[in-house]
């Protein structure tokens, strides 16, 4: 099979070709349709991302190993099962859960093995997506795919959606709270999606470019719009919560900038929920 690889950080990736893995026990080996392309595997790429001070933590560091097949965000076909897989078919379409832990650290044994302390992600510490095939631990990392959903959209399900729905869900929002989006990006507009059909929530978008504010209101649903590089957002958000701030806030760009602000429009007993990687600081008075 063919693969795309990362040889070296920041080099051109290299098509390489191996041996097609074939599945034992409960493994399942998947014909990929899409992989996405995330931001992690741009980081992956780069061999680090910035820190504190603007300090570049190298991937390496972190546990992963070169040469490497990246792409996380994986949807495809059911290729062939291990003997003891089962609940799938041949040729079924399925969405590959790439969040994989060792299955013995405290999280692992709850059933959270995204939080493991020596993880075996796919596409991060381990091949990838990048692929013609990709070999999958077990069967239980597979959910199907209905003829009704996309598999090119399907596939950064894994990703992208977890992330926002697991940072809608940490929000605890209630109906009619006041909950504000910072950031209309990928992740913002699917958070946005997400709080207005399961949440009952009020939904304050909040960016700086007025394209993606529109599409918040046309694709997100969002109430009302805020563009912080023309107004004073914590003025406007208090304004649209009658001087009683927000109950909540989602911050998808997760800089000093943001975060300060952030602090200023919040209510009491309100909820932060910062997503992403942050580089800066944040002072508190």
Known sequence: MKSARIIKPKESLEIQQSETPKPKGSQVLVKVH????????????????????????KTTDRGVKYPLTPGHEIAGTIETLGEQAEGFKQSEKVLVYPWIGEGLCPSCRIGEENLCDKPRSLGVYVDGGYSEYILVPSYKYL??????????????????????????????????????????????????????????????????????????????????????????????????????????????????????ADMQFLRRRARVVLVGLFGGELKLS
Not at 150 to 166: I, N, P, R, V
């Open 34 to 57: 899409s992989s996405g392309v995330c931001h992690s595997d741009i980081h992956l790429w780069d061999g680090g991302y910035e820190g504190i001070g603007g300090q570049i933590l």
């Open 143 to 260: 959910v199907k795919i209905g003829d009704d959903l996309d598999m090119d959209a399907a596939a950064t399900l894994s990703c992208s959606a977890l992330t926002a729905y697991g940072a809608v869900k940490n929000a605890n929002l209630k109906p009619d709270n006041n909950v504000v989006i910072v950031g209309a990006g990928g992740l913002g507009l699917m958070a946005m999606q997400l709080a207005k059909a399961v949440t009952g929530a009020r939904i304050i978008a909040m960016d700086l470019d007025d394209n993606k504010l529109k599409a918040a209101k046309q694709d997100g649903g969002v109430d009302d719009v805020v563009n912080s590089r023309n107004e004073d957002p914590v003025k406007a958000v208090m304004e649209l919560t009658n001087n009683l701030g927000a109950d909540a806030v989602i911050d998808f760009v997760n800089a000093s900038k943001t975060v300060e």
